[in-house]
């Protein structure tokens, strides 16, 4: 056998682990550095955080236009209620009376 006949046999036995083991490689980073890999997992625990802070808002805002709902219930509609709602579209006011416009999450 010559030397270059070795050297081709012996290249390609190591063609098929080369690829393997590049394979392997691949996957491995794959899973460290992935869209769903390790090095993801922080970023997705601080995105929970962020929308539960952003869920607990919501059901907050929702909670307070279901009990604004119930109180324009047709049988039973709140008439305090109701003179504002309807003073504040109409745009309809005493003279004398001064509107002085508040946030849904103040209190007086």
Not at 1 to 10: I, N
Not at 57 to 71: D, F, G, M, P, W
Request: without cysteine.
């Amino acid at each position: 056998m010559t030397q270059r006949h070795k050297f081709r046999k012996s290249m390609s036995r190591a063609v098929g682990p080369a690829v393997a083991l590049i394979a392997v490689l691949a996957m491995i980073g794959y899973i460290i550095f992935g869209p769903t890999g390790l090095y993801a997992w922080g970023d997705y625990s601080q995105s929970v955080e962020k929308k539960r802070v952003v869920l607990s808002e919501l059901a907050k805002k929702q909670n307070e236009l279901q009990n604004r709902v119930n109180l324009l219930d047709r049988r039973r509609v709140d008439p305090d209620l109701a003179d504002e709602y309807v003073r504040e579209k109409l745009g309809v006011n005493h003279q004398d009376e001064v509107i002085i416009p508040m946030d849904g999450s103040e209190k007086p």
